[in-house]
Protein backbone atom coordinates (compact mmCIF):
# COMPACT_ATOMS: atom_id res chain seq x y z
CA UNK A 1 0.00 0.00 0.00
CA UNK A 2 1.04 3.36 -0.76
CA UNK A 3 1.83 5.67 1.86
CA UNK A 4 0.93 9.19 0.94
CA UNK A 5 3.16 11.20 2.85
CA UNK A 6 6.20 9.32 2.03
CA UNK A 7 5.53 9.63 -1.06
CA UNK A 8 5.16 13.34 -1.03
CA UNK A 9 8.65 13.01 1.49
CA UNK A 10 10.20 11.15 -1.80
CA UNK A 11 9.18 14.24 -3.82
CA UNK A 12 10.55 16.47 -1.63
CA UNK A 13 13.66 15.55 -1.29
CA UNK A 14 13.97 15.10 -4.90
CA UNK A 15 13.43 18.85 -5.12
CA UNK A 16 15.94 19.31 -2.54
CA UNK A 17 18.93 17.28 -3.73
CA UNK A 18 18.45 18.87 -7.54
CA UNK A 19 18.03 22.35 -5.97
CA UNK A 20 21.57 22.18 -4.01
CA UNK A 21 22.63 20.75 -7.03
CA UNK A 22 21.94 23.98 -9.51
CA UNK A 23 22.84 26.09 -6.67
CA UNK A 24 26.32 24.23 -6.42
CA UNK A 25 27.03 25.68 -9.91
CA UNK A 26 27.59 28.83 -8.71
CA UNK A 27 30.92 27.98 -6.97
CA UNK A 28 32.22 26.71 -10.15
CA UNK A 29 31.43 29.20 -12.32
CA UNK A 30 34.79 30.60 -13.56
CA UNK A 31 36.45 32.33 -16.63
CA UNK A 32 35.40 29.45 -18.79
CA UNK A 33 32.00 30.17 -18.51
CA UNK A 34 33.33 34.31 -19.90
CA UNK A 35 34.80 32.19 -22.68
CA UNK A 36 31.93 30.47 -23.84
CA UNK A 37 29.40 33.15 -23.86
CA UNK A 38 31.66 35.05 -25.73
CA UNK A 39 32.25 32.59 -28.31
CA UNK A 40 28.35 32.23 -28.79
CA UNK A 41 28.22 35.86 -28.83
CA UNK A 42 30.72 36.25 -31.48
CA UNK A 43 29.84 32.93 -33.33
CA UNK A 44 29.29 34.14 -36.79
CA UNK A 45 27.38 30.84 -38.02
CA UNK A 46 25.38 28.04 -35.65
CA UNK A 47 25.88 26.80 -32.18
CA UNK A 48 25.92 23.24 -32.65
CA UNK A 49 24.99 21.29 -29.50
CA UNK A 50 25.49 17.19 -29.19
CA UNK A 51 25.28 15.10 -26.37
CA UNK A 52 24.38 10.98 -26.32
CA UNK A 53 21.65 9.71 -24.44
CA UNK A 54 19.92 11.32 -21.69
CA UNK A 55 22.71 15.02 -22.12
CA UNK A 56 21.54 14.49 -25.83
CA UNK A 57 17.74 15.34 -24.47
CA UNK A 58 19.15 18.43 -22.57
CA UNK A 59 21.28 19.28 -25.59
CA UNK A 60 17.88 19.34 -27.52
CA UNK A 61 16.55 21.38 -25.18
CA UNK A 62 18.99 24.07 -24.58
CA UNK A 63 19.52 24.08 -28.48
CA UNK A 64 15.75 25.08 -28.94
CA UNK A 65 16.08 27.91 -26.24
CA UNK A 66 18.99 29.45 -27.79
CA UNK A 67 17.73 29.44 -31.15
CA UNK A 68 14.26 30.93 -29.29
CA UNK A 69 16.38 33.42 -27.94
CA UNK A 70 18.42 34.91 -30.85
CA UNK A 71 21.42 32.40 -31.10
CA UNK A 72 20.91 30.44 -34.17
CA UNK A 73 21.17 26.90 -33.16
CA UNK A 74 20.63 23.23 -33.39
CA UNK A 75 20.74 20.05 -32.07
CA UNK A 76 23.01 16.86 -33.79
CA UNK A 77 23.42 13.34 -32.40
CA UNK A 78 26.82 12.84 -32.88
CA UNK A 79 26.45 9.12 -34.21
CA UNK A 80 24.58 11.22 -37.35
CA UNK A 81 27.80 12.85 -37.89
CA UNK A 82 29.63 9.58 -39.44
CA UNK A 83 26.93 9.40 -41.51
CA UNK A 84 26.76 12.94 -43.22
CA UNK A 85 25.40 15.28 -40.83
CA UNK A 86 29.36 16.52 -41.08
CA UNK A 87 28.25 18.38 -43.76
CA UNK A 88 26.20 21.29 -41.90
CA UNK A 89 29.41 22.47 -39.92
CA UNK A 90 31.56 24.84 -41.20
CA UNK A 91 34.47 26.71 -39.67
CA UNK A 92 31.87 29.60 -38.55
CA UNK A 93 30.02 27.13 -36.02
CA UNK A 94 30.94 26.45 -31.99
CA UNK A 95 29.67 22.97 -31.01
CA UNK A 96 29.00 23.12 -27.12
CA UNK A 97 29.49 19.35 -26.52
CA UNK A 98 27.31 18.04 -23.33
CA UNK A 99 28.50 14.60 -21.45
CA UNK A 100 28.30 13.99 -17.49
CA UNK A 101 31.40 12.16 -17.50
CA UNK A 102 33.06 13.73 -20.38
CA UNK A 103 34.49 10.35 -21.45
CA UNK A 104 31.45 9.16 -23.84
CA UNK A 105 32.98 7.29 -26.36
CA UNK A 106 30.44 8.31 -28.55
CA UNK A 107 30.58 11.78 -28.32
CA UNK A 108 35.10 11.44 -27.86
CA UNK A 109 34.84 9.98 -31.35
CA UNK A 110 32.90 13.05 -32.78
CA UNK A 111 35.93 15.59 -31.25
CA UNK A 112 38.81 14.78 -33.67
CA UNK A 113 36.20 16.12 -36.07
CA UNK A 114 35.28 19.41 -35.13
CA UNK A 115 39.22 19.78 -33.96
CA UNK A 116 40.38 19.11 -37.69
CA UNK A 117 37.80 21.98 -38.87
CA UNK A 118 39.32 24.08 -36.46
CA UNK A 119 35.43 24.81 -34.86
CA UNK A 120 35.88 25.56 -31.26
CA UNK A 121 34.51 23.13 -28.41
CA UNK A 122 32.38 24.63 -25.93
CA UNK A 123 32.52 21.36 -23.10
CA UNK A 124 30.26 20.72 -20.70
CA UNK A 125 30.65 17.81 -18.21
CA UNK A 126 30.78 16.71 -14.62
CA UNK A 127 34.35 15.92 -14.62
CA UNK A 128 37.26 19.04 -15.34
CA UNK A 129 39.94 16.27 -15.72
CA UNK A 130 37.90 14.34 -18.72
CA UNK A 131 39.07 14.27 -22.27
CA UNK A 132 36.06 15.89 -23.26
CA UNK A 133 37.14 19.28 -21.13
CA UNK A 134 40.96 18.35 -22.03
CA UNK A 135 40.63 18.78 -25.87
CA UNK A 136 37.82 22.03 -25.33
CA UNK A 137 38.82 25.26 -25.98
CA UNK A 138 36.66 26.10 -22.98
CA UNK A 139 35.06 23.73 -20.12
CA UNK A 140 31.92 24.41 -17.85
CA UNK A 141 32.04 22.47 -14.93
CA UNK A 142 28.57 20.83 -14.27
CA UNK A 143 29.86 18.61 -11.20
CA UNK A 144 27.45 17.70 -8.82
CA UNK A 145 27.88 15.88 -5.67
CA UNK A 146 25.17 13.40 -6.09
CA UNK A 147 22.24 12.26 -7.99
CA UNK A 148 18.41 12.78 -6.69
CA UNK A 149 18.11 9.05 -7.34
CA UNK A 150 18.23 7.38 -4.34
CA UNK A 151 20.49 4.47 -5.56
CA UNK A 152 22.57 7.49 -7.15
CA UNK A 153 22.28 6.22 -10.66
CA UNK A 154 19.44 7.60 -12.66
CA UNK A 155 20.89 10.61 -13.78
CA UNK A 156 18.47 13.40 -11.94
CA UNK A 157 20.57 16.19 -10.39
CA UNK A 158 23.38 16.12 -13.04
CA UNK A 159 20.67 16.33 -15.89
CA UNK A 160 19.23 19.66 -14.12
CA UNK A 161 22.46 20.87 -13.43
CA UNK A 162 23.11 20.51 -17.45
CA UNK A 163 19.79 21.79 -17.94
CA UNK A 164 20.80 25.10 -15.75
CA UNK A 165 23.72 25.87 -17.63
CA UNK A 166 22.56 25.78 -20.92
CA UNK A 167 19.78 28.35 -19.35
CA UNK A 168 22.62 30.33 -17.82
CA UNK A 169 24.12 30.41 -21.13
CA UNK A 170 21.09 31.58 -23.09
CA UNK A 171 20.33 34.38 -20.23
CA UNK A 172 23.51 35.65 -20.66
CA UNK A 173 23.39 36.24 -24.45
CA UNK A 174 19.97 37.14 -23.92
CA UNK A 175 21.38 40.16 -22.24
CA UNK A 176 24.39 40.53 -23.89
CA UNK A 177 22.57 40.76 -27.26
CA UNK A 178 19.59 43.63 -25.57
CA UNK A 179 16.77 40.95 -26.80
CA UNK A 180 13.35 42.07 -26.73
CA UNK A 181 9.78 40.77 -26.33
CA UNK A 182 9.31 41.83 -30.00
CA UNK A 183 12.10 39.67 -30.69
CA UNK A 184 10.94 37.04 -28.95
CA UNK A 185 7.69 37.02 -30.28
CA UNK A 186 9.11 36.66 -33.90
CA UNK A 187 10.21 33.42 -33.03
CA UNK A 188 6.92 32.26 -31.34
CA UNK A 189 4.32 33.46 -33.90
CA UNK A 190 2.13 30.20 -33.57
CA UNK A 191 2.41 30.40 -29.21
CA UNK A 192 0.13 32.16 -27.13
CA UNK A 193 2.89 34.43 -26.09
CA UNK A 194 3.33 35.31 -29.66
CA UNK A 195 0.09 36.26 -30.27
CA UNK A 196 -0.27 38.78 -27.58
CA UNK A 197 3.20 40.17 -28.38
CA UNK A 198 2.25 40.46 -31.99
CA UNK A 199 -1.32 41.23 -32.05
CA UNK A 200 -2.41 45.26 -32.61
CA UNK A 201 -5.32 47.23 -30.89
CA UNK A 202 -6.58 47.11 -34.78
CA UNK A 203 -6.84 43.27 -34.74
CA UNK A 204 -9.28 43.11 -31.91
CA UNK A 205 -10.92 46.33 -31.89
CA UNK A 206 -14.71 46.75 -31.74
CA UNK A 207 -15.31 49.26 -34.52
CA UNK A 208 -19.11 48.94 -35.38
CA UNK A 209 -22.47 50.54 -33.58
CA UNK A 210 -19.98 52.72 -31.46
CA UNK A 211 -22.17 53.88 -28.19
CA UNK A 212 -21.73 57.83 -29.12
CA UNK A 213 -22.99 59.92 -26.63
CA UNK A 214 -23.38 64.20 -27.02
CA UNK A 215 -21.98 65.48 -24.00
CA UNK A 216 -25.67 67.60 -23.22
CA UNK A 217 -27.39 64.77 -23.26
CA UNK A 218 -29.00 63.21 -20.08
CA UNK A 219 -28.64 60.17 -17.99
CA UNK A 220 -31.24 58.83 -18.51
CA UNK A 221 -31.27 58.76 -21.80
CA UNK A 222 -27.33 57.89 -21.92
CA UNK A 223 -27.97 54.49 -19.58
CA UNK A 224 -30.05 53.13 -22.54
CA UNK A 225 -27.79 53.73 -25.22
CA UNK A 226 -24.73 52.55 -22.78
CA UNK A 227 -26.90 49.22 -22.29
CA UNK A 228 -27.24 48.99 -26.24
CA UNK A 229 -23.45 49.47 -26.96
CA UNK A 230 -22.77 46.03 -24.57
CA UNK A 231 -19.25 47.67 -24.25
CA UNK A 232 -20.24 49.30 -20.63
CA UNK A 233 -19.60 52.35 -22.14
CA UNK A 234 -20.57 55.67 -24.21
CA UNK A 235 -18.08 57.72 -25.61
CA UNK A 236 -19.22 61.93 -25.76
CA UNK A 237 -18.10 63.80 -28.84
CA UNK A 238 -18.41 66.88 -30.73
CA UNK A 239 -17.79 67.38 -34.26
CA UNK A 240 -16.14 64.00 -34.41
CA UNK A 241 -13.71 64.46 -31.57
CA UNK A 242 -13.44 62.93 -28.22
CA UNK A 243 -14.64 64.79 -25.54
CA UNK A 244 -15.20 62.60 -22.61
CA UNK A 245 -16.04 58.92 -21.90
CA UNK A 246 -18.41 57.59 -19.02
CA UNK A 247 -18.93 54.19 -17.75
CA UNK A 248 -21.46 51.98 -16.24
CA UNK A 249 -19.44 52.19 -13.02
CA UNK A 250 -20.06 55.75 -13.62
CA UNK A 251 -23.43 55.86 -14.10
CA UNK A 252 -23.90 53.75 -10.81
CA UNK A 253 -21.71 55.82 -8.46
CA UNK A 254 -24.17 59.57 -9.63
CA UNK A 255 -26.94 57.47 -8.85
CA UNK A 256 -25.98 56.69 -5.41
CA UNK A 257 -24.53 60.43 -5.08
CA UNK A 258 -27.53 62.26 -6.90
CA UNK A 259 -30.19 59.70 -6.22
CA UNK A 260 -33.51 61.73 -7.21
CA UNK A 261 -31.67 64.50 -9.25
CA UNK A 262 -30.03 61.84 -11.20
CA UNK A 263 -32.10 62.72 -14.65
CA UNK A 264 -31.36 66.22 -14.30
CA UNK A 265 -28.02 65.74 -14.79
CA UNK A 266 -25.73 64.98 -18.49
CA UNK A 267 -22.96 62.73 -19.77
CA UNK A 268 -20.53 66.02 -19.47
CA UNK A 269 -21.47 65.95 -15.54
CA UNK A 270 -19.50 62.63 -14.87
CA UNK A 271 -17.10 61.98 -18.17
CA UNK A 272 -13.84 61.68 -17.76
CA UNK A 273 -12.38 64.73 -19.87
CA UNK A 274 -9.11 62.63 -20.76
CA UNK A 275 -9.81 58.80 -21.49
CA UNK A 276 -6.74 56.55 -22.17
CA UNK A 277 -6.77 56.00 -25.90
CA UNK A 278 -3.94 54.03 -28.26
CA UNK A 279 -2.98 53.98 -31.63
CA UNK A 280 -4.21 51.17 -34.32
CA UNK A 281 -0.64 49.70 -34.50
CA UNK A 282 -0.23 49.60 -29.84
CA UNK A 283 0.25 45.77 -29.29
CA UNK A 284 -2.21 43.92 -27.03
CA UNK A 285 0.66 43.46 -24.34
CA UNK A 286 1.13 47.45 -24.36
CA UNK A 287 -2.72 47.63 -24.03
CA UNK A 288 -3.02 45.42 -20.80
CA UNK A 289 -0.18 47.42 -19.19
CA UNK A 290 -1.92 50.27 -19.88
CA UNK A 291 -5.06 48.75 -18.21
CA UNK A 292 -3.54 47.48 -14.96
CA UNK A 293 -1.66 50.81 -14.44
CA UNK A 294 -4.63 53.09 -14.64
CA UNK A 295 -7.04 50.48 -13.36
CA UNK A 296 -8.95 50.49 -16.44
CA UNK A 297 -11.26 48.14 -18.40
CA UNK A 298 -11.44 49.54 -21.78
CA UNK A 299 -8.99 52.01 -23.88
CA UNK A 300 -10.03 53.92 -26.97
CA UNK A 301 -8.18 53.05 -30.25
CA UNK A 302 -7.95 56.55 -32.16
CA UNK A 303 -6.14 58.40 -35.50
CA UNK A 304 -3.87 61.10 -35.60
CA UNK A 305 -6.62 63.50 -35.31
CA UNK A 306 -8.07 62.02 -32.32
CA UNK A 307 -11.08 60.67 -34.52
CA UNK A 308 -12.42 57.43 -32.85
CA UNK A 309 -11.47 54.61 -35.03
CA UNK A 310 -12.58 51.57 -32.17
CA UNK A 311 -12.61 50.48 -28.61
CA UNK A 312 -10.32 47.34 -26.93
CA UNK A 313 -11.63 46.28 -23.69
CA UNK A 314 -10.30 44.03 -21.22
CA UNK A 315 -12.22 40.44 -22.84
CA UNK A 316 -10.40 41.62 -26.38
CA UNK A 317 -7.00 41.51 -24.94
CA UNK A 318 -7.73 37.66 -23.52
CA UNK A 319 -6.84 35.97 -27.02
Not at 148 to 161: F, Q, R
Request: with cysteine; aromatic share 6%.
Amino acid sequence: MIKTMQVRDYAIQCFKDEAEAVLGLTTQLDESFDAAVKLMFECKGKVIVTGVGKSGHIGAKIAATLSSTGTPSFFINPLDVFHGDLGVMTSDDVVLAISHSGQTDELLRFIPMVLHMQIPIIGMSGNPDSLLAKYSTCHLNVHVEKEACPMNLAPTSSTVAQLAMGDALAIALIQLRHFQPRDFAQFHPGGDLGKRLLTTAQDVMRSDDMPILPPEMHLGEAIILVSKGKLGLGIAEVNDEIVGLITDGDIRRAMEKWQAEFFDHTVSDIMTRTPKTVKPETKITEIQRIMNKYKVHSVLVTDDQHHLLGVVDHYSCMI
